[in-house]
């Protein structure tokens, strides 16, 4: 079909903030339409597909795969030889791993002119089941040798694909969301009927990689504030990593909310279990009621939320709305419909059964307990976690199962855009296991994303570094967890890789010494008065995306005016690292959070910056005016 497409129409519309390319195209066999929209928010070389294909024969017409965007890249095979591509994987605590290689290390050169015919074969990239970002981050970087980039992402909380492939006039960028072939994909359309695929979004830049995602960068901030707006970057306290692990109660939050709120915390979050018999033990398959467990809060949990409250902080509460524990009362209360299904079946992953939220028996439930929890108990603050990945989808009221899939996730963004529309001020976390489904469907509507679950605090600065590749830095909710074993350097580096984002802090910080409870104080101080830059800046990497196991790992942030470089030196021996076209004629300081720690030494070397740490796990920011 895509052979057939020929443009009848088009249109260009000025809006607030964007322009609108409306192209529409018809196939004379089938009798579809395909209406595409081109965005491009102001002052930014960032452009938003989406194609809407319209039904307009006698007869039904099923669909088994629609391209988000299809560009070509280079003039021809000698131009592919100076092509490089970057994708990153990612799974649950190993988060953002690019890596670049030349695109020939994927479509050998094959001298297609000679054979008069294009390529047959592609380099791809595909995402499984729920998790968007959970093998693969839904995003790649093509660079040529000169400096010209392009980088893309792919806005779905579904599946995926995008892949390269040659022709004899040069490479092909196609990216998709779900198909038959990669994700059991089918859509049938009844006359009149329509079918909108997923966004994707490309950036260019003659900057190289950086340059394309500091434009992705503005792209994704006016996709939020045009969905959402802000929720003032508040400092956020969670009572789970490190600390009491779904384990909550009265003794156990009290300590910790005074001493949250003496460091200068303004929203407390109690993390699972808040709602489990503490004789259960494990809770983990009698999820989904969401009921306050009597047994668990001595004096009630209004007693424990009052107490944040009273402190002066916001609360906030984890939940897990799609799915339910195979031994919950609500696994029999709502109808069968209400329920992923797959050959006749209900989905059961790891002992939880997947909600449908196209059904509105599921919405329902959820819409009462998040209004309970808001109304009743002045929740203003939720941590949405999603930890199982049903698989293909669901074969309910869908052609095929990865249809059903996407359905459902539109479903659920439509269901939390609900709750800020009813209240207003509530903030929502997208964790999603720990970024396994971080995509600009669901963080155009949410407020935080958690890098990671990773809890030791020596492998989080890659994920940190990079995570602001295809999150904005003040979605980049990065954990700062301090811990009473941890020398001053080590809760240092702790606190410094949570600055680099938006600060996530937990840990018994009750226990830590006076020296470790002012650094953490000195921290939250700091991350307050850097919000405004925060929510300004775009990322750069002066060392490059870091591999997993590199001692040295840098980010860089800048918004013109003042730039920021996050150092994390994790080699045994001070060392000396070199920062290229870092200086530029400068000024630089070393922001420490101690002054009693031993300190960094920087000098200007041209336009380089040379960077001579301490011994041992140690971090920094170096500032530049």
Not at 296 to 323: K, Y
Not at 432 to 446: E, F, H, I, K, P
Not at 549 to 574: I, K, P, Q, Y
Request: aromatic share 8%.
């Amino acid at each position: 079909m895509g052979d057939r497409l020929r443009v009848v129409e088009h249109r260009i519309l000025e809006h607030d903030g964007h322009q609108e390319l409306v192209v529409a195209q018809a196939d004379p066999v089938t009798g579809l339409t395909a209406q595409t929209i081109i965005r491009r928010p102001n002052n930014t070389a960032a452009y938003s597909f989406q194609t809407t294909v319209i039904n307009d024969s006698k007869s039904a017409v099923t669909i088994t795969a629609l391209s988000s965007l299809t560009l070509g890249f280079a003039q021809d095979e000698e131009e592919l030889d100076h092509v490089s591509v970057s994708s990153a994987r990612s799974e649950w605590l190993a988060e953002n791993r690019w890596e670049q290689t030349p695109v020939r290390a994927h479509l050998p050169r094959l001298n297609l002119a000679f054979h008069g015919q294009d390529g047959r074969g592609h380099y791809g990239v595909t995402s499984h089941g729920a998790w968007s970002s959970g093998e693969h981050l839904p995003a790649g970087i093509l660079q040529r040798t000169d400096g010209a980039a392009l980088a893309w992402q792919v806005e779905t909380s579904g599946p995926w694909h995008w892949e390269l492939s040659q022709a004899r006039d040069g490479g092909v960028l196609t990216a998709l969301g779900a198909t038959d072939l990669e994700h059991h994909f089918a859509v049938t359309l009844q006359p009149t009927e329509t079918f909108t695929g997923v966004p994707a979004t490309v950036a260019v830049s003659a900057g190289g990689r950086d340059g394309a995602i500091a434009e992705l960068t503005r792209y994704r901030r006016w996709l939020r504030e045009r969905s959402d707006g802000l929720d003032g970057l508040p400092v956020v306290y969670n009572d789970f990593m490190n600390t009491l692990m779904g384990q909550p109660s009265t003794e156990a939050l009290m300590p910790l909310i005074q001493s949250a709120a003496e460091a200068g915390v303004e929203c407390f979050c109690i993390d699972a279990g808040w709602y489990a018999d503490p004789a259960i033990g494990d809770w983990w398959a009698t999820v989904g009621e969401w009921r306050e467990s009597p047994q668990r809060f001595t004096n009630g949990m209004r007693e424990v939320i009052d107490a944040i409250h009273a402190h002066g902080m916001r609360s906030g509460i984890w939940l897990e709305p799609e799915v339910v524990g195979v031994n919950s009362p609500i696994a029999e209360r709502l109808p069968e419909e209400a329920f992923f299904h797959r050959f006749g079946q209900r989905v059961v992953e790891h002992e939880r059964y997947q909600l449908d939220f196209r059904h509105p028996a599921a919405r329902e439930h959820l819409d009462r307990t998040v209004d309970e929890l808001v109304g009743s108990y002045g929740i203003s603050y939720f941590k949405l976690d999603y930890n199982i990945n049903p698989g293909a989808g669901t074969e309910q009221d869908a052609s095929g199962a990865g249809a059903g899939l996407l359905a459902h996730t539109r479903a659920l963004t439509d269901w939390i855009a609900g709750i800020r529309a009813r209240h207003p001020y509530v903030s929502i976390e997208n964790c999603s296991s720990g970024a396994m489904r971080a995509d600009y469907n669901l963080l155009a509507v949410t407020q935080l994303q958690s890098t990671t679950d990773q809890q030791d605090f020596r492998l989080y600065p890659p994920v940190a570094a990079s995570a602001p590749a295809t999150i904005v830095p003040e979605q980049c909710g990065n954990w700062a967890y301090p811990a009473v074993e941890m020398s001053a350097e080590e809760v240092q580096f702790t606190l410094i890789t949570g600055l680099s984002g938006r600060l996530y802090l937990s840990g018994f910080l009750h226990d830590l010494e006076i020296t470790a409870r002012a650094l953490v104080a000195r921290a939250v101080a700091v991350h307050k008065a850097w919000r405004p830059w925060l929510s300004r800046s775009e990322p750069f990497w002066p060392l490059g995306f870091p591999a997993w196991d590199d001692e040295s790992v840098c980010l860089g942030l800048t918004d013109g005016t003042v730039t920021r470089v996050f150092v994390w030196d994790r080699a045994e021996n001070s060392r000396e690292i070199v920062l290229p076209g870092v200086a530029r004629g400068r000024k630089a300081s070393v922001v420490s959070l101690a002054s009693t720690e031993e300190q960094w030494a920087v000098r200007a070397e041209g336009e380089d910056l040379v960077v001579n740490t301490v011994p041992g796990f140690t971090a920094r920011v170096i500032e530049l005016r």
